[in-house]
């Protein structure tokens, strides 16, 4: 089983990003995908979670009407888009695959800052 992320990256307050999680080796539209964060001395934190079918979604608070969860089953990916940014939005990035088992990636880091 392989999570790989992409998509992270330095960008200014008030920008734009949008990771990717690339999934193999799972029966990916079966699975719930979820984004987690953690910032340097802090815990990994949830940031939002897609079930299968995309039948509903859920985001943390501090992140509700800017970053938007997303999955393409036909291509075993699943996305956050993030918008306007935030320093405070600067951590890794992981992605999370669970059903029966519970699989993680390796992160991407996204830095905002000025």
């Known amino acids: 089983v392989q999570l790989v992320e992409s998509g992270g990256g330095l960008v200014q307050p008030g920008g734009s990003l949008r990771l990717s999680c690339a999934a193999s080796g799972i029966t990916f539209s079966s699975y719930a995908m979820s984004w987690y964060r953690q910032a340097p001395g802090k815990e990994r934190e949830l940031v939002a979670v897609?079930?299968?079918?995309?039948?509903?979604?859920h985001y943390a608070d501090p992140v509700k009407g800017r970053f938007t969860i997303s999955r393409d089953d036909a291509k075993n990916t699943v996305y956050l888009q993030m918008n306007s940014l935030k320093i405070e939005d600067t951590a890794m990035y992981y992605c999370?695959?669970?059903?029966?088992?519970?699989?993680w990636g390796q992160g991407t880091q996204v830095t905002v800052s000025s």
């Open positions: 897609i079930y299968s079918g995309s039948v509903s979604t």
């Open positions: 999370n695959a669970v059903l029966w088992n519970t699989y």
